[in-house]
């Protein structure tokens, strides 16, 4: 019986056998699926392109020869699920990133949350902090930081405490004093940190309004009656699926007419919930909520 079994299993012709590009693609495959099982991090609706790039140089950096190597470290290994995690998110970020977006934001929608006495707002994938921090410096400014709360999230432990202890490289600051002032920044942009040697410490006042959190996107739940959410430069490394749910997440965290900005390659036009927001400042990716389908 085992004999006739066998004799009946063919084998692949060369032609059949799989190419370097599929066998990658397989391992990446097997390589989600083992960080889901083990972690509960989906991967399997990043934009595939952008994960395989970072998955790659990854591999470069922990001098790996292939993704199969990468498995088993990941499984066994907390520290070095942690260190991957690093390599994979793209946490570029910077102060005022697009002044323009935050001089908006400023001008057209602040003087809309006046209206509250309490002020919420989610910084979703805040990165290493340095968005909130100018968004913490404009609400200061505008009257606002008093009766504000910002809730900074992201996936990646490492940026997040970064974003907590809120210390930045001083060759940076001559950047974010020019984004600053593009702003329309009402101060000097040094009234906000205390220079230590080759470092910028971002003043005490500033975080008295931060609340920093792990929170996971893909997975975790919403947060209730926000008046403003922010996340930038994150749906672009989403498909399509993840995209939805993600704003369908934020549309649920949204209060009724509350606001929400995206990055600049990101949009609602090709999302299930386009119909629940209006653009407000369409090219700044400024959009409120006005129905609670
Ligand atoms: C390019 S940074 C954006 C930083 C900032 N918002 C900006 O535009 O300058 C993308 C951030 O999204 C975070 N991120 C990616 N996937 C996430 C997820 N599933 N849940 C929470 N954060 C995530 C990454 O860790 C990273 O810090």
């Excluded at 292939?66 to 946490?91: C, Q």
């Excluded at 909130?132 to 008093?146: D, H, Q």
Aim: with cysteine; net charge neutral; glycine share 4%.
């Amino acid at each position: 019986m085992k004999m006739q079994a066998e004799s009946t299993i063919k084998q692949k012709t060369v032609s059949q056998l799989p190419s370097h590009g599929e066998i990658i693609d397989f391992e990446i495959k097997l390589l989600i699926e083992a960080i889901q099982f083990r972690y509960g991090y989906d991967f399997s609706h990043y934009a595939q392109a952008s994960l395989t790039r970072r998955i790659s140089s990854c591999l470069k950096k922990f001098e790996l020869g292939n993704v199969s190597e990468l498995i088993p470290k990941i499984i066994h290994d907390v520290e070095y699920f942690e260190s991957f995690l690093r390599e994979v998110s793209v946490t570029v970020t910077e102060m005022f990133r697009d002044p323009l977006v935050f001089k908006v934001l400023r001008d057209k929608i602040f003087t809309q949350l006046q209206t509250y006495s309490r002020i919420n707002i989610w910084h979703a994938g805040c990165a290493t902090g340095e968005e909130v921090y100018s968004l913490a410096i404009m609400l200061k400014e505008e009257g606002l930081l008093s009766r504000s709360r910002i809730y900074a999230t992201d996936f990646n432990n490492h940026s997040l405490a970064i974003a907590e202890q809120g210390i930045y490289k001083a060759e940076k600051i001559p950047l974010f004093t020019k984004n600053y002032l593009l702003t329309g920044g009402k101060a000097s942009f040094a009234d906000y940190y205390q220079a230590k040697h080759s470092h910028a410490i971002m003043h005490e006042e500033l975080k008295q309004h931060m609340t920093f959190a792990h929170h996971n996107l893909i997975k975790d739940q919403c947060f209730a009656q926000m008046h403003l959410i922010i996340c930038r430069n994150v749906l672009i490394y989403f498909d399509r699926t993840l995209q939805d749910s993600v704003l369908g997440l934020f549309h649920q965290s949204l209060v009724h007419r509350g606001y929400l900005l995206l990055g600049d390659k990101e949009s609602l036009d090709f999302s299930q919930k386009k119909n629940c927001f209006t653009a407000i400042a369409k090219e700044q990716r400024i959009f409120q909520k006005v129905s609670y389908e």
